[in-house]
């Protein structure tokens, strides 16, 4: 077996193949009526209207046997009586899905790997896309919504469903299934305690949405205040806005018609009450009972060594041909613990497709390997950031008030030498910034960017020792005033011993002892991660800020809303449960955070793009003063293994979580060559 070892790249060399790889990035893609349409992937998105309806997906053909063709392993079923034909599966207007290089075909596998459980969003982004998604230029597109409607202010929407679409066991998707999710999980006090946080007004007052049928394939969302943003909430999503009702009433305390026998799968599956067994039902990867809506559905359980998915035969989409989608049979996720591993299956051929734990110091062992494994490696742009969150919130009341002290995150920030970290750690690959919006984002804020990034020891020292940390034990490290304890603390992280991740952190650690601050890191299990921010129960946080590219799709960083990234980690957890986490807590009411909250509910209100942009460097303005988390590095390459013969994703792009990562061009027109 080939011994796996990790070499460095010189940023000359990678820029060299990295323009190879992106030579063909503007693109040419076919529309729904298979017309070409010239694209280029780093357009700056377009902020979704708020006063003209969103054109409709172009019409397929109506529906016959002899219009819509199918997988071969369906037709087999179709043959024996097993499954009805495909004119019955597709609605009455399926979405024809544009593909980036070419009609595909039908067949084969995906291999990818995933760190089990905690890993879940690996297998979760290849079908979690809902009523719109992206373009090649980031526009929003109609997707499960045939198309919509919204008011002059953007407080009235509707949406029109494709007409006879079908969940995956065949039953129909109508508008009852939205109403059935908002009365019987968003309003049910048990299973969301907090209400339907993330469907409130962007007003003071809080205010639920109302959510109502219209008809059979359409349904209203009403808020108080204009909601000019929402089609960026209608993108990704795993389990919001539809319910299999049919499927989760047995489950649900005040619908099954059985509770003693839903008692007793709560007791047999280990859980405490009803609510926790219906919250596992909802999700569709936990088992292949629960209906769902993408392109593939699980075969077994998540928890599996090998998880598998296979196509999905009521899929919505077809191809400008007539094929429903997808193209693959089936993706497989393989179980691995340690990256090594996985860089080995990599280098042996074992991976067909995927970005999601490609590490980018990994790079030349990748290029050197790419006709053993008989795969090429794509280059894109990184949404990702090198930071240390410091959580403002930590029960240590000592670190706490170090941590709140401007003058201390300042301080660590321009302890560092990025330019060194950059150059020893990632070759050279990255830039000296804050977490911001990358350069290629209609968000992006140059200011806020570099703010406090040149390194500078005297400055950091002056600024401890003006916070009134001056005072050092004979090691040389600052003390707690009026105490010989030294001042010391926790980065946890779920990156373990021997990553990249760990050598970069241990490196900012020793320019913090540089300047008299003693800190440690310290790998913990995503599992065991998630238990203690969700508690409160972290002092800092090792996790680079991503959803940089749209911004405005997902600013839960910035707005504290993102308790993993735990710079505050108890008033993010107060904030996302209306107040009702135990774990979190009301900041104080002079506090800044505040200030960023209101100036992000003005946003939401806002109907104009250029406006949106400026309130929302207002915020940036706040990060730049403030510095409610440290960034160190930023704007770097991403890698996506991609096994020769995997069509129709292209180099280039950038990958981002709101985009889907590597899914942003639709996994479902992804297809083998041979």
Not at 184 to 208: C, F, H, Q, R, V
Not at 433 to 452: E, I, N, T
Not at 506 to 517: D, F, M, P, S
């Amino acid at each position: 077996m080939r011994k796996l070892v990790k070499r460095g790249v010189s940023r000359r060399e990678f820029l060299r193949v990295s323009a190879l790889a992106g030579a063909g990035v503007v693109t040419v893609a076919c529309g729904a009526a298979g017309e070409p349409v010239a694209t280029a992937p780093e357009a700056a998105p377009a902020a979704p209207a708020a006063a003209e309806p969103a054109a409709p997906a172009a019409a397929a053909p109506a529906a016959s046997t002899s219009q819509y063709s199918e997988a071969p392993m369906l037709a087999e079923l179709v043959k024996a009586g097993s499954l009805p034909p495909v004119d019955e599966r597709l609605p009455s207007n399926p979405m024809v899905m544009p593909v980036a290089e070419s009609i595909g075909t039908y067949g084969g596998t995906f291999r990818r790997g995933f760190k089990g459980v905690s890993d879940r969003w690996g297998p979760t982004k290849h079908i979690d896309r809902l009523l719109v998604w992206f373009d090649q230029s980031l526009n929003l597109q109609p997707r499960i919504a045939e198309s919509w409607e919204v008011n002059a202010d953007g407080s009235e929407w509707v949406f029109h469903m494709r007409e006879g679409m079908k969940w995956s066991d065949g039953t129909d998707l109508t508008s009852a299934n939205v109403v059935w999710w908002w009365e019987n999980i968003m309003l049910n006090t048990e299973i969301s305690p907090g209400g339907p946080s993330a469907w409130m007004t962007s007003g003071a007052d809080k205010t639920p949405a109302t959510v109502e049928a219209v008809d059979d394939y359409s349904f209203k969302i009403t808020y108080a205040d204009p909601k000019p943003l929402l089609p960026y909430s209608l993108t990704r999503q795993n389990r919001d806005l539809f319910a299999p009702g049919h499927y989760l009433a047995q489950f649900h305390n005040d619908l099954t018609e059985d509770v003693a026998a839903m008692e007793a799968a709560v007791k047999e599956a280990g859980l405490n009450a009803w609510t926790e067994l219906f919250d596992a039902k909802r999700y569709w990867y936990n088992g292949p009972d629960t209906p769902m809506l993408g392109g593939w559905r699980a075969t077994n359980e998540l928890s599996s060594e090998l998880f598998l998915m296979e196509r999905n035969p009521y899929f919505f989409a077809v191809d400008a041909e007539g094929q429903q989608l997808p193209y693959v049979d089936e993706i497989s996720h393989r179980f691995f613990e340690a990256n090594d591993v996985f860089d080995l299956r990599i280098i042996n051929g074992e991976v067909d497709f995927q970005a999601r734990h490609v590490q980018l110091p990994s790079f030349t062992l990748y290029k050197e390997n790419e006709d053993q494994g008989d795969y090429q490696v794509f280059v894109g742009k990184s949404s990702g950031h090198v930071a240390v969150q410091l959580n403002l919130n930590t029960p240590d009341d000592r670190l706490r008030e170090f941590y709140n002290n401007r003058d201390v995150r300042i301080a660590l920030s321009v302890a560092v030498d990025r330019n060194a970290l950059n150059e020893l750690i990632y070759d050279g690959l990255l830039i000296p910034r804050q977490y911001s919006p990358l350069s290629v984002s209609p968000q992006a804020y140059p200011k806020q960017a570099d703010a406090h990034i040149e390194y500078d020891v005297d400055a950091a020292n002056a600024l401890l020792d003006g916070a009134g940390y001056a005072e050092k034990n004979a090691d040389g490290m600052r003390v707690w005033p009026g105490t010989s304890d030294a001042i010391s603390f926790i980065i946890e992280g779920t990156d373990a011993a021997g990553s990249v991740t760990e050598d970069a952190v241990n490196q900012i650690i020793k320019y913090y002892a540089a300047v008299g601050v003693s800190a440690a890191y310290k790998y913990s299990e995503r599992a065991l991660y998630t238990e203690h921010y969700q508690s409160n129960n972290i002092e800092a946080a090792f996790w680079g800020g991503d959803r940089t590219v749209v911004p405005l799709a997902a600013p839960i960083i910035w707005t504290c809303e993102q308790p993993d990234r735990p710079w505050a980690a108890a008033w993010s957890l107060w904030k996302t449960s209306n107040g009702t986490d135990p774990n979190g807590q009301e900041p104080p009411a002079d506090h800044w955070v505040w200030t960023i909250w209101g100036l992000w509910d003005q946003i939401q209100a806002e109907s104009d793009p250029a406006q949106q942009t400026a309130l929302f460097h207002q915020i940036l303005d706040i990060w730049a003063e403030e510095l409610p988390m440290i960034g160190y590095l930023g704007e770097g390459p991403t890698l996506v293994i991609v096994k020769n013969g995997v069509k129709n994703y292209l180099p280039g792009f950038p990958v981002d979580d709101p985009t889907g990562d590597e899914h942003l061009l639709n996994t479902e027109t992804y297809y083998w060559e041979a």
